[in-house]
């Protein structure tokens, strides 16, 4: 099953075949690889992406999904994710999520979104 059929399932009714579908996190790890982007490509084949904890100045956890160097936002774009020590608080507000999950969903909406670009041979990564 690739990222836009997982995608078009609804949350709370995700079934893949008859079984319920549950996305199988490792309670322990801290970055988990989700696979390659259908909308993101490369001459290798999609770009690899990433779901990562990320520690917050006040010692909070929260995630981010990663690609290459760039993150995804709230806003369904993709930032280049500067130096840590350049990261303000809005670009963590507009990039960090709470947990595993809802990073997840931003991405699966984000790879559903743009289903349209394959077809046209596009790659809507900030012009690269």
Known sequence: ??????????????????????????????????????????????????????????????????????????DNQYYFEPMPSSVTKQFRELTRFSTREEALLQLLKHEKDNKEVIEKGQDIFLNL
């Open 1 to 74: 099953m690739n990222l836009f059929e997982i995608a078009d399932l609804k949350l709370n009714e995700a079934v893949i075949g008859n079984v319920p579908f549950f996305w199988d996190w490792e309670p322990c790890a801290i970055r988990f690889y989700i696979g390659r982007s259908l909308v993101h490509r490369t001459n290798l084949g999609g770009r690899q992406i990433f779901i990562q904890a990320a520690l917050q100045p006040d010692e909070s956890v929260k995630w981010k999904v990663i690609m290459d160097s760039w993150v995804l936002g709230k």
